[in-house]
């Protein structure tokens, strides 16, 4: 056998491999996540146990349905932290991914990029920045926010009303969240983000300090 048609039929072997892979980790995702009980430690469990990759893909499967019951069986099962968006290694104003899925029905994948500012301790940060990056954002602009910890409820507010000071070099510029058509994005917004396992998270969405009825997931990058 000519040895590039061999290497062609082994990456042809591989590639069917992964797909099947993904498949069955999609299937696992939505069988636990549409159970008629949804217990927090278990789906915690489920996260942990996925290879990076594949926690990424078990996120980017949760429709609308399952992020609402998600993001109610996590209420008060364990408080989210600022360290966990950012861990105290990172330095400052470096970006951490997170890779998102909302439950709106079209352009739903999308990241949020955190970083921690200079002049807050690693440790314990009073707050963090970020925005959205995803493929609308030449129109809506790129939705800054400033992360603080709701430390009685045990959960992160991502709050739009606030802009960030300063920002890594090669983020885009910030921009108001009250003009354009950023306002019906993001303007007056404040996200409630709950935790569910180490590297994800639960967040759902309020204008005016009234749920907006939408829902998103993020997968921090190992």
């Given at each position: 056998?000519?040895e590039?048609?061999?290497?062609g039929?082994?990456?042809?072997m591989e590639e069917q491999?992964e797909?099947?892979?993904?498949?069955e980790?999609?299937?696992?995702?939505?069988?636990?996540?549409?159970a008629?009980?949804?217990?927090?430690e278990?789906?915690?469990?489920f996260?942990?146990g996925?290879?990076s990759?594949?926690?990424?893909?078990?996120?980017?499967?949760?429709?609308?349905?399952d992020?609402?019951?998600?993001?109610?069986?996590?209420q008060?099962?364990?408080p989210?932290?600022?360290v966990?968006?950012?861990?105290?290694?990172?330095?400052?104003?470096?970006?951490v991914?997170?890779?998102g899925?909302?439950?709106?029905?079209?352009?739903?994948?999308f990241?949020k990029?955190?970083c921690?500012?200079?002049?807050?301790?690693?440790?314990?940060?009073?707050?963090?920045?970020g925005?959205?990056?995803?493929?609308?954002a030449?129109?809506?602009?790129?939705?800054?926010?400033?992360?603080?910890?709701?430390t009685?409820?045990?959960e992160?507010?991502?709050?739009?009303?606030r802009?960030?000071?300063?920002?890594p070099v090669?983020w885009?510029?910030?921009?108001?969240?009250e003009r354009?058509?950023s306002?019906?994005?993001?303007?007056?917004?404040?996200?409630?983000?709950r935790?569910?396992?180490?590297h994800?998270?639960?967040?759902?969405?309020a204008?005016?300090?009234?749920?907006?009825?939408?829902?998103?997931?993020?997968?921090?990058?190992?």
């Amino acid at each position: 056998m000519d040895e590039r048609v061999g290497e062609g039929m082994e990456e042809q072997m591989e590639e069917q491999m992964e797909a099947g892979d993904r498949a069955e980790v999609l299937r696992e995702t939505r069988a636990r996540l549409r159970a008629r009980d949804l217990e927090p430690e278990e789906i915690a469990r489920f996260f942990d146990g996925l290879a990076s990759a594949d926690r990424v893909t078990a996120v980017r499967a949760l429709g609308a349905r399952d992020q609402r019951r998600l993001y109610e069986a996590v209420q008060g099962f364990e408080p989210v932290r600022l360290v966990e968006l950012v861990s105290p290694g990172t330095a400052d104003l470096a970006t951490v991914r997170h890779y998102g899925k909302n439950s709106l029905p079209l352009f739903s994948s999308f990241e949020k990029r955190f970083c921690r500012p200079p002049g807050q301790e690693p440790d314990a940060p009073a707050l963090l920045i970020g925005f959205n990056y995803q493929i609308l954002a030449p129109l809506t602009g790129p939705g800054y926010f400033v992360a603080l910890e709701d430390t009685e409820r045990g959960e992160v507010l991502i709050d739009y009303r606030r802009l960030p000071d300063r920002i890594p070099v090669d983020w885009p510029a910030v921009q108001s969240n009250e003009r354009g058509i950023s306002r019906f994005v993001y303007g007056f917004m404040v996200d409630t983000l709950r935790r569910v396992s180490e590297h994800v998270t639960i967040g759902s969405a309020a204008r005016h300090g009234k749920d907006t009825g939408n829902w998103f997931v993020l997968c921090r990058q190992p």
